[in-house]
């Protein structure tokens, strides 16, 4: 028996747009760790316990790792993980752009008002990243027949 061409495939525009999403969230989850990596030698100096280059090299490996999970990994474990990655760093960014912190504990005074070109990017990278993981979190499939226990 032959399939009908003329008649869409049931699904198929979801999973295009799903798979749009993960596309667009690991892009995403790449400009943010490019753009962290690139600027932590910038950094090193602004220290505490902790420095601040050290803190971008941390956001940057946990994008990478975001990134790849989003793509590779299709659970809603990996595209939570990929939106607390993307939402924490938009969060932070925004908190230390308007808010001035100081040194909170074991972490440097990382205050900095203006809105360089890479932080516009990075802000930009991270918002796209988290709408496209809440889009991925909300549109996932339900799978009939399972029953929890």
Request: net charge positive; aromatic share 8%; charged share 20%.
């Amino acid at each position: 028996m032959a399939l009908d061409n003329s008649v869409p495939e049931r699904g198929r525009p979801r999973r295009v747009a799903r798979g749009v999403a993960r596309l667009l969230a690991a892009a995403g989850l790449a400009v943010d760790a490019y753009v962290h990596a690139r600027l932590a030698g910038r950094y090193d100096e602004v220290t505490a316990t902790l420095g601040q280059g050290l803190l971008f090299r941390v956001d940057a490996a946990l994008a990478v790792l975001a990134a790849l999970l989003v793509l590779t990994w299709r659970r809603p474990a990996a595209d939570t993980f990929a939106w607390l990655v993307a939402t924490g760093g938009l969060a932070l960014l925004l908190l230390y752009t308007y808010v001035d912190l100081g040194a909170p504990g074991p972490l440097p005074d990382m205050y900095e008002p203006g809105w360089s070109g890479e932080k516009k990017l990075a802000a930009l990278a991270q918002a796209v990243a988290a709408l496209a993981t809440v889009f991925l979190l909300l549109t996932r499939p339900r799978v009939l027949g399972r029953h929890r226990r």
